[in-house]
């Protein structure tokens, strides 16, 4: 069993930056990114394979959030700049210790079996 802590959430302004860390306990395969807005379902945001090889990125994050990992540490970060008010969401990790993102698409939360409490992210115009 995997725990997942994440940090680093807050309030900002449209145009702000902040960056999430996400602390795993033990071994994972992917790592990821996911958010949920109120009243809408949850949307994979980004993902990493362990050895850094791939990312993936939801569209409307594409050019503006990076994620960057530290394999030492177990950690994986999203820097997340030029924020907008629909960026606001609880934001979750997520892991697999297993190769299922890659069978069920690395955004798809099916593919992920640990999750985290979330952190808040609220962007104001």
């Known amino acids: 069993q995997v725990q997942l802590v994440e940090s680093g959430g807050g309030s900002v302004q449209a145009g702000g930056s902040l960056r999430l860390s996400c602390v795993a306990s033990?071994?994972?395969?992917?790592m990821a990114w996911f958010r949920q807005a109120p009243g809408k379902e949850r949307e994979g945001v980004a993902a990493?394979?362990?050895?850094?090889?791939?990312?993936y990125y939801v569209d409307s994050v594409k050019g503006r959030f990076t994620l960057s990992k530290d394999n030492g540490e177990n950690t994986l970060y999203l820097q997340m700049n030029s924020l907008k008010p629909e960026d606001t969401a609880m934001y979750y990790c997520?892991?697999?210790?297993?190769?299922?993102?890659?069978?069920?698409?690395?955004?798809?939360?099916?593919?992920?079996?640990?999750w985290g409490q979330g952190t808040q992210v609220t962007v104001s115009s």
């Open positions: 033990g071994y994972t395969y992917f």
């Open positions: 997520a892991a697999d210790s297993l190769a299922r993102p890659l069978v069920f698409g690395a955004l798809a939360d099916r593919g992920y079996d640990y």
């Open positions: 990493m394979r362990r050895d850094g090889s791939t990312s």
